[in-house]
């Protein structure tokens, strides 16, 4: 069965301890994996996509990259303004009727970054 | 106004009640979608409209009714709700249609409370 699983589920870092998050997929003909961050008491706010094995992007102390089974979501020596909830997704099949492909999230990692 | 705007930020009501969501986009986009988000669980896809046509309902309870007027609105009109629908709603826009693989950027979402 297609799916999406993150881990792990939170993660407290003191400021300037790197760390990575997972995402694990299991889907064939992979169409893209996104990767979102959601503040507290807002809508997700896009980051990354990924679409092959080997690939890796880049945004101030984030990095993201591209296996066949996973994806790591690295920080590097964090602030506090990097603590948010990390959501990765991505497009699986389904849906109702003729069905499509929609775009399906994981749970989530909850990043908090301690002075 | 900019980006994906929902209102209200904050809504409770009783069971009986019937009250609704709206979002508008200011993108340009032609796609729109209803999220559903809930504690410790993933974001669920509810509805998609793509150029004003529902293309997705995901098995959706009726007491949830969408409404597309035009591109850039999107309602969702509620009506004798149960306590397990409270949670947040978030309304999300896309450029190029629903193919599940195209980025979304989403509203700061509707936290429904269901007494």
């Known amino acids: 069965e297609d799916q999406v699983t993150q881990s792990p589920e939170a993660l407290r870092l003191q400021e300037g301890e790197s760390s990575s998050l997972n995402c694990s997929y299991t889907v064939s003909g992979l169409r893209g994996l996104f990767w979102y961050r959601q503040d507290p008491g807002k809508g997700p706010e896009f980051l990354f996509t990924l679409y092959s094995a080997g690939e890796e992007k880049e945004k101030e102390r984030l990095k993201a990259t591209l296996t066949k089974k996973e994806s790591f979501l690295h920080i590097t020596a964090p602030k506090p303004e990097d603590s948010a909830t990390y959501l990765c997704?991505?497009?699986?099949?389904?849906?109702?009727?003729?069905?499509?492909?929609?775009?399906?999230f994981g749970k989530g990692t909850k990043l908090s970054v301690i002075p | 106004e900019t980006g994906v705007t929902q209102t209200p930020r904050h809504l409770v009501m009783g069971m009986t009640n019937k009250k609704s969501l709206k979002c508008e986009q200011h993108l340009g986009h032609n796609a729109m979608y209803w999220y559903k988000q809930s504690a410790k669980k993933p974001l669920e896809l509810m509805f998609v409209y793509n150029f004003k046509e529902q293309t997705e309902n995901n098995s959706v309870p009726s007491r949830f009714s969408p409404e597309c007027p035009n591109s850039s609105h999107l309602f969702l009109h509620l009506h004798t709700l149960q306590p397990e629908d409270s949670a947040l709603y978030l309304c999300?826009?896309?450029?190029?249609?629903?193919?599940?693989?195209?980025?979304?950027?989403f509203g700061a979402g509707s936290r429904l409370t269901v007494l």
């Open positions: 997704a991505v497009p699986l099949w389904g849906g109702s009727g003729a069905g499509s492909y929609q775009l399906t």
């Open positions: 999300a826009s896309s450029q190029g249609g629903n193919s599940g693989a195209n980025v979304l950027t």
